[in-house]
């Protein structure tokens, strides 16, 4: 199975700053023959269910703010606020779909500092 | 709007059974493949299980392969899972999500999800 590893465990950002979580894979989930990384990014707010927020590693879901913003390619990805808001406290996920299992990181927590 | 509404969660005894179901409206229901993903403190989120939109192919976790059969009824809108021989280790928020058009697990909608607890 493919291990994903995120990092930090959790961050606390100020209101209108940057928040940058990292999601490294144990094995490359680019398939080559299309060029797409097969890696997605999901919110999950307390008491909710996950929520997509990007896929093939950095395209954003319909709806989405586009001050999410996904990034990288083979086995590092990163997930980028670029202005956290006070709604966007939250753990954020990584999970790759390039093989069966599926598998998804430990998750981030974001916080407001 | 879509919808995906888990229920069947309960408490049960290790060795027992449980199923599960899911019941979707606001989309077309049997041109997409759905999920159960599973969630507990300890080990986050886990995919379980996935069947493609007409039922033909499914595929299963290693932790739950031979106890838990997915199936779906698409003149009902329905998804299900039947979980046999049940342990404290399923004990978990169960959650069923739809498949994007782009990649079958790509979860581009879920459930409120279900509560399994498994205990004596």
């Known amino acids: 199975d493919i291990v994903m590893t995120q990092s930090p465990d959790s961050l606390a950002v100020s209101l209108g700053e940057r928040a940058t979580i990292t999601c490294k894979s144990s094995?490359?989930?680019?398939?080559?023959?299309?060029?797409?990384?097969?890696l997605t990014w999901y919110q999950q707010k307390p008491g909710q269910p996950p929520k997509l927020l990007i896929y093939?590693?950095?395209t954003r879901e319909s709806g989405v703010p586009d001050r999410f913003s996904g990034s990288g390619s083979g086995t590092d990805f990163t997930l980028t606020i670029s202005s956290l808001q006070a709604e966007d406290v939250a753990v954020y996920y990584c999970q790759q779909y390039y093989t069966t299992p599926p598998t998804f990181g430990q998750g981030t927590k974001v916080e407001i500092k | 709007e879509v919808q995906l509404v888990e229920s069947g969660g309960d408490l049960v005894q290790p060795g027992g059974s449980l199923r599960l179901s899911c019941a979707a409206s606001g989309f077309s229901f049997s041109s997409y493949a759905m999920s159960w993903v599973r969630q507990t403190p300890g080990k986050g989120l886990e995919w379980v299980s996935t069947i493609s939109a007409s039922g033909g192919s499914t595929y299963y976790a290693d932790s739950v392969k031979g106890r838990f059969t997915i199936s779906r009824d698409n003149s009902k809108n329905t998804l299900y899972l039947q979980m046999n021989s049940l342990r404290a280790e399923d004990t978990a928020i169960y959650y069923c999500a739809k498949g994007s058009g782009s990649h079958m697990r790509i979860f581009d909608d879920w459930g409120q999800g279900t509560l399994v607890t498994v205990s004596s």
């Open positions: 094995q490359s989930v680019l398939y080559s023959s299309n060029n797409k990384n097969y």
């Open positions: 093939w590693a950095s």
